[in-house]
């Protein structure tokens, strides 16, 4: 598993970028999709058949990241449909439910297990160092994603480039762009997920955009199914906490709160809390969000890699820590990123035991 993460490098049409990021992650792609064929099972053909309508919405809204999966299934030589729904975390959580049909009845254990978690702290002028916008961020998912892990630099023709780390090269977690807009944040578990577009493929939306608040309009995609907890950061010195769900937004501004922002996998906006579909699992979320917390008091206006850097790395409260080794989800991945000079440090697997490799776009 340790060692740098590969790189995949694209160029041309929607469709091409697509096509290359298929080729180039064919082997994670089909590992992934055998996973959930071994996962779900019979169920796998009733997810199918759930997520047309969801294909509906995206080709309506996002006909440019259709056109990107359906070169990326064509590369890959999977079937689209199944790459669609590889992306369509709203069924695959089973966040949006058949009504009426017992075989379907949520399983807590099931949805624990798939749950994504993630830190972040995200700091800007007047908390850090240096004036510049930094970005720390920790991936947390299942082992057998660290795996499929890939930096993919998405060249689309007329449009910024950006630098993703993806799982199946096509998934993007976090990324940065080229004209300066960076991409951090968290899963949510949100009780009023829908049919609608899947909130992954919103995020490769947010990234195309050329400034923050075009970026911010597109995580607030009115049709959008749910929503992650987006923190889109730009490089003119602006950080804005986008804690959304399918139907509700609360934004907090890094100019509202001395610059820095530090979220984890539950809602925290007061107005947001009715949300949270299952308020009795969030104390191993809580748990990192306070140490995120403490380091943007603690540091407030030095904040720089040395700081972002010790935060991924920290084990105050583990097993449940920032740096995460043990549970059903580990730390797969560590970003460090320096919006200011779109410099971007990735470690594969736990930080505090691999080393950061530099990309930059
Ligand atoms: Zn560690």
Redesign the pocket.
């Known amino acids: 598993m340790p060692g740098p993460i590969p790189v995949i490098e694209t160029r041309g049409s929607p469709y091409e970028v697509g096509r290359r990021i298929g080729v180039a992650a064919r082997d994670a792609i089909h590992d992934m999709h055998r996973q959930a064929l071994s996962e779900y099972g019979e169920r796998w053909e009733t997810l199918l058949q759930e997520s047309r309508p969801f294909q509906e919405k995206t080709q309506i809204h996002l006909p440019k990241v259709m056109l990107e999966l359906q070169g990326c299934a064509t590369g890959a030589e999977i079937p689209f449909d199944d790459l669609f729904l590889l992306g369509v975390e709203e069924l695959l959580y089973d966040e949006v439910r058949s009504s009426g049909d017992p075989a379907r009845a949520p399983d807590l254990n099931l949805a624990t297990e798939r749950g994504k978690g993630c830190s972040d702290l995200a700091a800007a002028p007047p908390a850090t160092r240096d004036g510049h916008i930094w970005l720390a961020h920790n991936n947390d998912l299942g082992i057998s994603a660290a795996d499929q892990l890939f930096v993919t630099r998405f060249r689309v023709d007329g449009e910024p480039e950006i630098l993703g780390v993806t799982v199946g090269g096509i998934f993007i977690s976090v990324g940065m762009n080229s004209a300066g807009l960076g991409l951090t944040g968290n899963q949510l578990n949100a009780n009023d997920s829908r049919i609608g577009v899947p909130r992954l493929y919103i995020v490769r939306d947010i990234l195309v955009q050329t400034d923050l608040d075009r970026a911010l309009a597109s995580a607030l995609l009115p049709e959008r199914a749910s929503s992650y907890n987006n923190i889109i950061s730009s490089g003119d010195g602006r950080i804005v906490n986008v804690e959304g769900s399918a139907g509700a937004v609360a934004l907090t501004w890094s100019s509202e709160t001395g610059g820095v922002v530090a979220h984890t996998n539950h809602y925290l906006d007061p107005e947001m809390l009715v949300f949270e579909a299952d308020p009795e699992n969030i104390a191993m979320s809580a748990s990192r969000c306070a140490r995120a917390l403490d380091y943007a008091r603690k540091y407030h206006g030095v904040i720089d890699f040395e700081i972002c850097q010790r935060f991924v790395?920290d084990?105050v409260y583990a097993p449940w820590?920032v740096?995460?080794?043990a549970g059903q989800s580990v730390?797969v991945f560590s970003t460090l990123i320096d919006l200011t000079t779109r410099q971007m440090w990735l470690a594969r697997g736990?930080?505090?035991?691999n080393d950061f490799e530099l990309y930059s776009c």
Do not use: F, G, L
Request: proline residues 9%; glycine residues 0%.
């Open positions: 790395r084990h820590s740096c995460k080794h730390t736990n930080p505090c035991v």
